[in-house]
């Protein structure tokens, strides 16, 4: 069998990298009866079976370092959340859920504000600076003046990352300014519904010439924090990925304090004292409800 690496997988068939090339692929019986998906970026060994429609076949998914729920992919060390500045507005409850879910999978995480060129500064510094001190690597970056690029490079350089956010926040374009032989696709936002179209229509790990690949995955219109969007997550859990909160982790009263409305929480102490911004509690807030909806959902 031969060792390789799927990425890209485009209707059943999985694009496997190798050492003789890359070798269109499609899975054994056997995952779809385990309700195993492939995912871009498995590691696999491959047969080849002689068949010019389908020239290999997936035989073993080899254990993953890392899964990502959404998007989904497996295997990448670092995930670059992106947030568009203006086009669409910024929308931080969304960028939260998505940091959650880079948190739940133990990854690496940068934040990158983009079309910084669009706004005055003073429209995204607050959040921006908010995010620094929370402990994240925040880059602030314009395809169209350049500011930014050269941080944001060096951020991928030698890693396996992979680029989420919502449609039109300029994911392809800042790739393809970092690379341009990339040649990736890029849209408009729409005049009507002020937001991005998508342009990327599936996910796809790219090998970088500084090193280092990186994919870049459809944008999102919505997601949430639901077994029915593909994301298994604990309410229970969910405090844990708050990174601020956790000096103050187990010294509230009570020992299964959620933050919401119990007494002496030192977590919204900490928020009425400015210690924890009052955004990022809300946001917190919002999700745990976002949860709790959905584990009511499932046992109703």
């Not at 969007?229 to 604990?234: A, H, P």
């Amino acid at each position: 069998m031969i060792k390789g690496r799927i990425v890209k997988g485009i209707g059943g068939f999985y694009y496997v990298k190798t050492e003789q090339g890359l070798v269109e692929c499609k899975p054994r019986g056997i995952f779809r009866k385990r309700q195993i998906t492939p995912l871009v970026g498995d590691m696999v060994r491959i047969s080849l079976s002689g068949n010019d429609r389908s020239p290999g076949v997936i035989d073993e998914i080899l254990p993953r370092s890392t899964i990502l729920a959404r998007p989904s992919v497996a295997n990448v060390g670092q995930c670059i959340v992106v947030m568009a500045v203006e086009q669409p507005k910024p929308d931080l409850l969304f960028l939260d859920r998505l940091l959650v879910l880079a948190e739940a999978s133990n990854l690496d995480i940068v934040i990158c504000f983009n079309k910084i060129d669009l706004v005055d500064p003073c429209e995204y510094e607050e959040f921006a600076q908010g995010y620094g001190k929370i402990g994240y690597t925040v880059v602030c970056t314009s395809v169209l003046t350049g500011e930014g690029i050269e941080t944001l490079k060096r951020t991928l350089t030698g890693k396996i990352s992979v680029l989420s956010g919502l449609s039109g926040v300029g994911k392809s374009s800042l790739l393809n300014r970092i690379e341009p032989r990339l040649k990736l696709k890029t849209g408009d936002i729409s005049s009507k519904l002020k937001r991005g179209r998508h342009t990327t229509r599936h996910a796809e790990l790219m090998e970088l010439e500084q090193g280092g690949m990186v994919v870049d995955t459809p944008g999102f219109s919505s997601i949430k924090l639901d077994a029915a969007d593909g994301v298994e997550l604990d309410e229970n859990d969910l405090c844990y990925y708050f990174p601020e909160f956790q000096p103050l982790a187990g010294k509230c009263r009570f020992s299964s304090c959620r933050h919401i409305d119990e007494p002496d929480c030192m977590i919204k102490a900490a928020v009425k004292k400015g210690d924890i911004a009052g955004w990022r509690y809300m946001n917190y807030t919002a999700l745990m409800n976002e949860l709790q909806k959905g584990r009511r959902k499932r046992y109703d």
